[in-house]
Structures are given as C-alpha cells and as structure tokens.
C-alpha cells in the first residue's frame, strides 16, 4: 500500500481540480455560448468593454448595436451580457405600474 500512496494522491488532485476548476469552467463557457446564440434584434445587450446598446442587426459571426451615438460592429464574443426587459419605462426612465396609470 505505501507504493501506491503517492499514485492515489495525485489521482485525488486531479480529480478534484477537474470538478472544482474545468468542469464549472465549462459550464460557464457553455451558458454564454447559449445567451449569444439566442440574442434576437431589439435586446439590450452589455459588451465586456461595458457599452451598451440595442441590437440591429445579427450575422454569423458578429452583431452590429445601437448606442445612442451611433452603431458599432461587435464580435459575438463581445457580448457578456443581455439586460432583461424592464416593463414600465417610458423614455429610458423606470416608472412603477401606478405612475405610469397616472399619466
């Protein structure tokens, strides 16, 4: 058993650094692989430099979205996030259900 006690260590080490490190790893990759998939036009999405804007256009590759200013071609891989959609706003300002009934 003492031959085998340096083996068996390893073998636990790299067990576990496959399920603590590269397997959720993978699973990240996975989910944002999907969220760039399933972007449609119109989805306010978030870039890793942190421009936001709407989404015009989508091509294989790469998207083009609207700022504000102007449009930008992105690459998909640019995407870190898509903002959900806020029910309730008028002009970029969030309004509760009440303020909006008001008006």
Do not use: C, H
């Not at 397997?23 to 996975?30: D, Q, S, T, W």
């Amino acid at each position: 058993m003492g031959n085998y006690g340096g083996i068996i260590t390893i073998v636990v080490f790299v067990v576990v650094g496959y399920f603590f490190l590269i397997r959720p790893e993978n699973k990240r990759k996975k989910e944002a692989t999907a969220m760039r998939d399933s972007l449609k036009v119109g989805d306010t999405v978030i870039t890793i430099g942190g421009i936001t804007g709407e989404v015009e256009s989508i091509r294989k590759e790469t998207i083009t979205i609207f700022t504000g200013d102007g449009s930008i071609d992105l690459q998909k891989w640019a995407i870190r996030s898509v903002e959900p959609e806020v029910k309730g706003t008028v002009d970029g300002f969030t309004y509760s259900e009440d303020e909006l009934d008001e008006e």
